[in-house]
Nanobody, 123 residues
Framework: QVQLVESGGGLVQAGGSLRLSCAAS????????MGWFRQAPGKERAFVAR????????YYADSVKDRFSISRDMAKNTVYLQMNRLTPEDTAVYYC????????????????WGQGTQVTVSS
């Protein structure tokens, strides 16, 4: 079992940046991939980014490619989502999640979830 705690959300103006953090505990950090998802008001939760267990492979949704960057710090058992050039369309609750096996961007294939952190981008 893995426990996840997100932080770093907040209110930012369009064009600004935020960095989200997700601290993990409960199982060796390098043994699972991690992903970020987001859920905007009135919409389904959607994939944002994923990073492999060793941090050597990343994958992004087209909507955030070239603006967002996912990384992981093995010493701190923490995954980050650096978000640049934010737009109001990025407003959502952001969740980190653990994927034990395989590669997928489907939320049903993720095993544990954090509680979410709100990101609001004003125009």
């Amino acid at each position: 079992q893995v426990q996840l705690v997100e932080s770093g959300g907040g209110l930012v103006q369009a064009g600004g940046s935020l960095r989200l953090s997700c601290a993990a505990s409960g199982r060796p950090f390098s043994t699972y991939a991690m992903g970020w998802f987001r859920q905007a008001p009135g919409k389904e939760r959607a994939f944002v980014a994923r990073i492999s267990g060793r941090g050597d492979s990343t994958y992004y949704a087209d909507s955030v490619k070239d603006r967002f960057s996912i990384s992981r710090d093995m010493a701190k058992n923490t995954v980050y989502l650096q978000m640049n050039r934010l737009t109001p369309e990025d407003t959502a609750v952001y969740y980190c999640a653990v994927q034990y096996r395989g590669f997928s961007i489907e939320e049903s294939r993720y095993d544990y979830w954090g509680q979410g952190t709100q990101v609001t981008v004003s125009s």
